[in-house]
């Protein structure tokens, strides 16, 4: 059985940094791309940074220049570090798996509170 483990979320200052990790547990093939979504209370989840298995990223433009998604293929895990965070970058991040087969593998959320 695959599972998703997140890390590395929790409170920062404005302008501060942290570091998500996704450990995907179990074996996980095919994989067509790896990412992180984010959703805010009372909005609709949205895609934060996409990895392709040939490291082509995409980004929302609101994170584009302060947020960096890399990926470990021989660990299955997948990373992103959040640079000069914001008070908006608020919300509880989903890591999130997809793949040619077998469809879309979702981590539990790891909850993200900039504020200071």
């Known amino acids: 059985q695959v599972q998703l483990v997140e890390s590395g979320g929790g409170l920062v200052q404005p302008g501060g940094s942290l570091r998500l990790s996704c450990a995907a547990s179990?074996?996980?093939?095919?994989?067509?791309?790896m990412g992180w979504y984010r959703q805010a209370p009372g909005k609709q989840r949205e895609l934060v940074a996409g990895?392709?298995?040939?490291?082509?990223?995409n980004y929302a433009d609101s994170v584009k220049g302060r947020f960096t998604i890399s990926r470990d293929n021989a660990k299955n895990t997948v990373y992103l570090q959040m640079n000069s965070l914001k008070p908006e970058d608020t919300a509880v991040y989903y890591c999130?798996?997809?793949?040619?087969?077998?469809?879309?593998?979702w981590g539990q959320g790891t909850q993200v509170t900039v504020s200071s």
């Open positions: 179990g074996s996980i093939f095919n994989i067509a791309a």
């Open positions: 990895i392709t298995s040939s490291r082509r990223t």
């Open positions: 999130n798996i997809e793949t040619w087969i077998k469809g879309d593998y």
